[in-house]
């Protein structure tokens, strides 16, 4: 039996389309870029919109409105970088500068850098200039933030702790997902120095993510705790999922990326294992539109909110898985363009002047009733290196 071929033009014709639609995709998030910049100058919007409108990050004992604490706050400037990098404007790239120029003073300072996102902070917002433009000062920020991360390793669990301070018993011993993204200032770190220390605890970190928070159904856990004395793995729990036995969206997208990225980074076979293992569990449990619910508990009749920044995430993480699994490729690009095609029709502003994010309908922190159902900086930030993937085969982020 055969079967005709396709008109002549008709794949051309889709290919197009989904470039036309990338491509205004990306016009318009620029368009947002550039008025935040307008609107926020030096200062940093908060991690969630309210409204669909990012208010200044708020006034904490130390901190006045709309300065550079918490762990979030490099994802803007990393849009910058992008935008940049994409289009030449040097308004993008002095509004980045001033912004790695803050951030030198917040590691100099040892402003609030108790915490494991000192490399979503720093990679993004540091490693950025010195890899585009050669900034001195933006890597000895970097390399000195490395170091700070670098102190919450504990040997004995071969861990790096995730929050608070290293003596604090309710967190001593704790990791989490997310952290798979924070090794690349450490990989980075090694490739300038020359020090194994650095890329030693990367390669002993992920392969612990891999044994003890990838479940042996695909799934994950958000977070595991170890004994800090004996490195004893103790147990798996959430604190941003549904239940310790849920799987959370947004941590199942990181593990895709993170497991595929380190892989690239250590050249582990086994975190390039775990990173399809993620992938092929968060492919099963998406609903109808391809957009994940905040936890993958939840299906196509759940009354539960969606969760774009997870499919954002997820998208970066299948195009990098596809970079390095060749026998996999065509799958995870085409799952990857599938997200991000649901993404841009269903879940961004209908005008850059509509919202001040340009991906709607995240979520932050549903159990405290944190950032539902609003724009989030990564969300923004993962959407916008998703649309830079797709648009330009072959251009790499700065991870």
């Not at 991690?47 to 994802?75: C, H, I, K, M, Q």
């Not at 490739?191 to 479940?215: K, M, N």
């Not at 995430?313 to 699994?325: F, N, P, R, S």
Request: include cysteine; glycine fraction near 8%; aromatic fraction near 10%.
């Amino acid at each position: 039996m055969t079967t005709s071929p396709p008109a002549a033009g008709v794949g051309t014709a889709r290919a197009d389309t989904a470039r036309v639609d990338t491509d205004r995709a990306l016009a318009q998030v620029f368009d947002t870029v550039r008025a935040n910049i307008d609107a926020f100058g030096i200062r940093y919007p908060d991690d969630t919109t309210r409204d669909n409108r990012y208010p200044l990050r708020p006034a904490v004992a130390g901190f006045a409105e709309g300065e550079n604490r918490g762990w979030t706050t490099s994802f803007w400037p990393g849009m910058q970088w992008i935008a940049y990098e994409h289009t030449g404007d040097a308004v993008y790239r002095d509004a980045a500068l001033a912004h790695a120029a803050d951030f030198g003073r917040r590691v100099r300072e040892e402003r609030d850098l108790d915490t494991h996102d000192l490399g979503f902070l720093y990679t993004l917002s540091c490693v950025a200039p010195w890899r585009l433009l050669g900034d001195e000062d933006a890597r000895a920020s970097a390399l000195a933030a490395a170091d700070h991360l670098m102190a919450r390793y504990l040997p004995s669990a071969g861990i790096i702790q995730a929050w608070g301070d290293l003596a604090d018993p309710a967190q001593r011993g704790r990791t989490i997902i997310d952290s798979l993204m924070n090794m690349p200032l450490l990989t980075w770190a090694a490739e300038q120095t020359g020090d194994s220390r650095y890329s030693d605890v990367v390669a002993r970190h992920t392969a612990e993510l891999r044994r003890h928070i990838l479940r042996p159904d695909g799934s994950t856990f958000h977070t595991f705790y170890w004994d800090a004395e004996t490195g004893e793995p103790l147990r798996g729990a959430t604190e941003q999922g549904a239940f310790d036995d849920s799987c959370w969206a947004r941590g199942q997208a990181w593990g895709i990326y993170g497991f595929a990225m380190n892989h690239r980074a250590t050249g582990d076979a086994s975190l390039l294992d775990a990173s399809r293992t993620c992938a092929e569990y968060f492919l099963a449990h998406l609903p109808a539109d391809d957009v994940p619910f905040w936890d993958l508990v939840y299906g196509d009749d759940a009354d539960a909110p969606r969760d774009s920044s997870s499919g954002a995430i997820a998208v970066c993480g299948l195009y990098e898985l596809a970079e390095v699994d060749a026998e996999g490729a065509e799958r995870w690009r085409a799952a990857a363009n599938r997200i991000l095609a649901s993404l841009i029709a269903r879940y961004t502003p209908a005008r850059a002047e509509d919202a001040d994010t340009v991906l709607l309908h995240s979520v932050y922190d549903l159990p405290k009733n944190v950032g539902v159902d609003e724009g989030t900086l990564w969300g923004d930030y993962f959407y916008l290196e998703a649309l830079a993937r797709a648009t330009r085969p072959g251009w790499r982020p700065v991870w």
